[in-house]
């Protein structure tokens, strides 16, 4: 199985930043081998969870919500098993709850496994 863990999440004002980790256990190997995808979404209170960026575990490959895209930077680092957002300008809407996720199907569109997800909260 996969575990996922996020942390970094926190509270902040307008404009400030936040980097949020995830630290994979589990399936690593496959996910190396294999260039599954990991993906950051968020859920706001009373909305639907959105997709927030993702990347894949080989090659250079990433994507962006459109809402995100020039503030937001997702990154991975192999050796720490470990997937980064890297959040600047932050906004009061991107307040929400983020999760970590994996897509073993490697299409970056179907996760299958998910994080508990750590609060962002940025004040205005």
């Known amino acids: 199985q996969v575990q996922l863990v996020e942390s970094g999440g926190g509270l902040v004002q307008a404009g400030g930043s936040l980097r949020l980790s995830c630290v994979v256990s589990?399936?690593?190997?496959?996910?190396?081998?294999?260039?599954?995808?990991m993906g950051w979404f968020r859920q706001a209170p009373g909305k639907e969870r959105e997709f927030v960026a993702a990347i894949r575990w080989i090659g250079s490959s990433t994507r962006y919500a459109d809402s995100v895209k020039g503030r937001f930077t997702i990154s991975r680092d192999n050796a720490k098993n470990t997937v980064y957002l890297q959040m600047n300008s932050l906004k009061p809407e991107d307040s929400a709850v983020y999760y970590c996720?994996?897509?073993?199907?490697?299409?970056?569109?179907?996760?299958?496994?998910w994080g508990q997800g750590t609060q962002v909260t940025v004040s205005s």
């Open positions: 996720a994996a897509d073993s199907r490697r299409s970056g569109y179907e996760y299958d496994y």
């Open positions: 589990g399936r690593t190997f496959s996910m190396y081998t294999m260039g599954w995808f």
